[in-house]
């Protein structure tokens, strides 16, 4: 699939919000009264921000409010209700901290509990879509939460954590890496199977539909983004996973934190590229792109 750019920002930066709020809200976080305000507001800001960035993925975007109306069946929906109740919970949460002193559980828990739920809407989004085989995996889910929950832990300082959870995060890619790469062919999906010809015999493509770009073409087949993966798949898993845990294990605190989040940010933003830039979406085997 072509990538935007406003979705890559919205599943990179609203996730590492919602995972810093996590850590934040379950208290592992081991803040002085100063910091509190701050960490909460990068927390707020980055989900925030996430959240403003996936408005212009939309077609209408004025037309938002009706991203609520599905509940019952869109993942879409429930991602933005939960989003919603997550920002207004955690608020409460920080404010009641940050002013009183005081780290309540009662908001504290629903909070990370909250967010992490909506990681986990956002992710069902992709993992439940039958038109691309490789989202449609449980390691789907398991990769977002573990770029929420390892990036959450880095940002929030959590060093120990942080370190085990950036380790899982790196296994847990490459296989669905292994995974996604088979999962295609896998599917049973083909051009016999795009075209309805397959009762016919073993159909060919002698020309394509048409000799000119369409909407389909532009959004949901991006051959080129596949070709640059054999270089970007060990460059994003150095900057999001093994520069950072070498840092965390030689300085537990300190400056060098920073440059292991900033690593961390600029490998998941690597990462989520590649994730939706060497998605096959089954429609391109009926153009031939497959």
Known sequence: MHPAPSIIAFTTFSGLGFGLMAWLGIGTADLPAQRVLAVSALALGLAGAGLLASLLHLGQPRRFLKAFSQWRTAWLSREAILAVATLVVFTLFAAVWAVAGIRTRLLGIPAAALALGTVACTAMIYAQMRSVPRWRSPLTPALFLMFALAGGALLAGSTSAAAWLLAVLGLVQVAAWIDGDRLLA???????????????????????????????LREMVHVVGRRHARLLRPAGLLL??????AIVALASAGPMLHVAALAHVAGALVLRWLFFATAEHVVGLYYGRQ
């Open 186 to 216: 896998a599917s049973g999906t083909s051009l016999a199977t795009a075209t309805g010809l397959g009762p016919l015999g073993r159909p060919r493509l002698l020309e394509p539909p048409h000799t000119g770009q369409n909407y389909l």
């Open 240 to 245: 999001a996973v093994v520069i950072p845990i």
